[in-house]
């Protein structure tokens, strides 16, 4: 069986089918290339055959992308020169859709040659539209559901094949600027509006509107083989070309801060290949995409935020047990998070029973969706029977005995073990023995939790981040006692309400806490050795992260910093390593500068809480040394507090794959996404130079830094972590 399938109808119009064998939305392999070629050239070498339609045998979909896979398929098969294996397969992938683009055409006259028209009857994305802006036309059926995008700057590229030559040549590159280099993705009609697709018809016109527009004669020469073509917006030299790219550059490097290799490739491609003819445009576009390919930026990405990240949301590390998809779940608290876990819940359709300890607490929980609806409302994404169907799945309620028939608990109340004992009791009270019970907690050890557990076999710690229904990540902790049904439960759930999950064994503050706690401790002790604050945040922004330390502690609140660290020297007593760090924060919460949310941090803020900079305050108490480190010294303290306690975690066992260990930094506290995560950066420098790092570290700046044994190992071996670590290696 083929992916690409032909008939022709009495009319002489082919329709050209993509169908991929075994999967439920289409995606380009190297086989696939060949196929459609072969059926290009059947259009055009037989007379009886007037044009072509290509569409999709996939049911709401013409196409998700390339397969990724196709990307080592070509590596590989270069043996020793794998860029070359890069470009010459792009270039090959450039040579046939310039084939369907120019259709037969006479290369000097523009006369002759059959229309190619691309029927989109949903989600297109991608190669899925590259092959499309290929066509002479395209129509897309009016499918609210639909996405149209080329979203591959998402994971660590660009588009590649075309895509970005033809879109920024069809609608002028600034037009093209949020649909390339930020990856916007419009249903049809947007799309439409936006001029990606040419016309938007009902589904079931789709392909007799294709048909007709194939009869119909069409002028089928692309505005930029026409002779006189200018490009839309003018071009890099152009008086009002100049200031777009002008424009351009700073955008990008302000939004990238020069960490992210694809939007600076991109942005290149586009400018240098609007100085030139079409063909040779394309051949620098595939110069670029090799370039990028080639850098181990791209390559960790894609494999993070797209492989391994998909892996996980279809349970690669579920262990074996019947369906556990929840039909009915209670939450318990509803304030900011419990709200949240509500509003998500119901979104994915399942009944909600949200209970809090007045029926006053529990209304204004409920009343956090009725505040989320009316915005997509507003937005027009929501309409009023969606917004009255959600709502009517959350009883809002004080009445522990409305429990009954849920299967799984999610407890959010207040962080402290006896509050959360008796609500344990209290439910357990109400439910049945096959309820999971699952506490929502960011601190406090699942196994001693679920000593107040009827069943600590099902009981199971699900760490939310927050606002739970913008961040993708959800934590699932294995107690000791934990089951592998209630870990089936967990999963199964974060998959219905469109999470990632990853999957940990309970330690102290987990994986995520456990790792960003000293990222935020790394900051503030420099503030106490005269490091300019400036130094610090700006220096972690132009290594990747979100937010600065500093920034990132007015974020979340100095008390509860303070919090976290009474509670942390209270358990591990004289071997608590952080009293430098104490100092300064808890000085803070003795000014009452307790961040954000009191309008004064390490930040100042208006009053409408909008930060206006660093606090003046934080150097005359901690005055600014004359001698500053250098910026990859204070980069490097950053990022090693984070990945050393990431291969401690792996060391330990809380962490049993790499995978979740390198999607939960980024989607969990924003790692430098453009390093694919801890792993994935200790890979792309190597173990041996960060072993190196850490001694050198270690005997500048304490103990903190010492080289766990297993990077130590794996640096005498010369060994990578993927390599050794990573799905393959474990399924060998």
């Known amino acids: 069986m083929t992916d690409f399938t032909m008939t022709t109808d009495a009319d002489g119009v082919a329709t050209i089918v993509w169908d991929t064998v075994g999967k439920s939305m289409n995606v380009m392999t190297l086989v696939a290339w060949d196929d459609l070629e072969a059926l290009v050239d059947q259009v055009l070498a037989d ?21 990724l896979n196709v990307i080592a398929q070509m590596k590989d098969m270069a043996g020793d020169n794998p860029a070359k294996g890069l470009f010459d397969g792009i270039m090959n992938a450039h040579r046939i859709m310039r084939k369907i683009e120019r259709a037969g055409m006479d290369p000097k006259t523009n006369k002759g040659g059959k229309p190619f028209v691309a029927a989109l009857p949903g989600t297109a994305l991608g190669i899925g539209l590259e092959i499309p802006l290929s066509c002479h036309r395209i129509i897309a059926a009016d499918n609210p559901k639909a996405k149209i995008g080329l979203p591959e700057i998402m994971v660590g590229i660009f588009p590649g094949a075309g895509g970005t030559t033809r879109l920024s040549r069809k609608l002028g590159a600034m037009a093209a600027s949020p649909l390339l280099l930020e990856g916007k993705l419009n249903d049809p009609v947007k799309a439409k509006a936006a001029g990606v697709v040419d016309e938007v018809v009902p589904a079931d016109e789709l392909l007799s509107a294709a048909k007709a527009w194939v009869l119909s004669e069409p002028n089928i020469v692309k505005p930029w083989d026409e002779k006189g073509y200018k490009m839309p917006g003018g071009t890099p030299y152009h008086p009002a070309g100049f200031m777009t790219f002008v424009g351009a550059s700073a955008m990008v490097n302000g939004k990238t801060q020069g960490v992210y290799p694809a939007a600076k490739a991109l942005l290149s491609a586009v400018y240098e290949g609007a100085m030139v003819p079409f063909d040779t445009a394309l051949k620098i576009e595939a110069r670029w995409f090799t370039n990028v390919l080639m850098n181990p930026s791209s390559s960790a990405m894609i494999r993070s935020l797209f492989i391994n990240k998909e892996a996980l949301e279809k349970g690669a590390n579920r262990p074996e047990a019947p369906d556990q998809k929840v039909k009915k779940v209670g939450v318990i608290g509803a304030g900011m998070m419990g709200a949240g876990i509500a509003l998500v819940s119901a979104l994915a359709g399942i009944e909600v029973v949200l209970i809090d300890s007045t029926q006053e607490a529990a209304d204004k929980g409920k009343s956090y969706t009725t505040a989320h609806l009316d915005k997509g409302i507003a937005r027009k994404k929501v309409t009023e029977d969606k917004k009255e169907a959600v709502l009517g799945l959350i009883n809002a309620t004080t009445d522990y005995d409305a429990l009954k028939g849920c299967d799984l608990i999610v407890e959010a109340v207040f962080e ?152 942390t020297k209270a358990a591990v007593g004289d071997a608590y390593p952080d009293g430098e760090v104490d100092e300064v924060l808890f000085w803070m919460f003795d000014q009452k500068r307790l961040g954000r949310k009191s309008n004064a941090g390490f930040y100042t803020y208006d009053d409408k809480g909008k930060r206006l900079g660093l606090w003046d305050g934080l150097g005359a108490q901690y005055p600014v040394a004359d001698e500053q480190p250098d910026l990859i010294t204070v980069q490097h303290r950053l990022l090693f507090a984070q990945v050393l306690e990431a291969v401690r975690a792996l060391e330990e066992g809380v962490l049993e794959d790499i995978r979740e260990g390198d999607v939960g930094a980024i989607l969990g506290w924003g790692f430098a996404p453009w390093s694919g995560g801890p792993f994935s950066w200790l890979d792309i420098i190597g173990t041996p130079y960060a072993a190196e790092r850490c001694d050198q570290l270690t005997e500048e700046f304490g103990a903190r830094f010492t080289t766990p044994a297993l990077l130590r190992e794996m640096a005498d071996k010369g060994q990578e972590f993927y390599k050794r670590f990573g799905a393959a290696a474990q399924a060998a």
Not at 47 to 67: L, V
């Open 47 to 67: 007379d009886a055959i007037k044009g072509a339609i290509i569409t999709s045998g996939k049911p709401g979909s013409f196409a998700g992308g390339m397969d």
């Open 416 to 567: 402290d073990v006896g509050v959360k004992a008796e609500v344990t009791a209290k439910v357990q009270a109400a439910t049945g023995p096959d309820c999971i019970f699952a506490t929502n907690t960011s601190t406090l050890p699942i196994t001693e939790l679920a000593k107040a557990s009827a069943d600590p076999e099902k009981f199971i710690g699900i760490h939310f981040f927050s606002p739970v229904d913008k961040m993708l990540l959800v934590e699932i902790i294995k107690g000791k006692e934990t089951g592998d049904v209630a870990v089936a439960k967990a999963l199964d759930y974060v998959r219905q309400i469109k999470k990632t999950p990853i999957v940990v064994n309970d330690e102290r503050f987990f994986y995520a806490n456990r790792c960003i706690i000293p990222y935020i401790n790394e900051g503030i002790r420099m503030v106490k050795e005269g490091v300019e604050p400036a130094l610090i945040e700006n220096a972690a922004k132009l290594v990747g992260m979100p937010l600065g330390p500093l920034q990132l502690v007015d974020e979340t609140s100095v008390d509860l910093g303070v919090k976290i660290a009474k509670a």
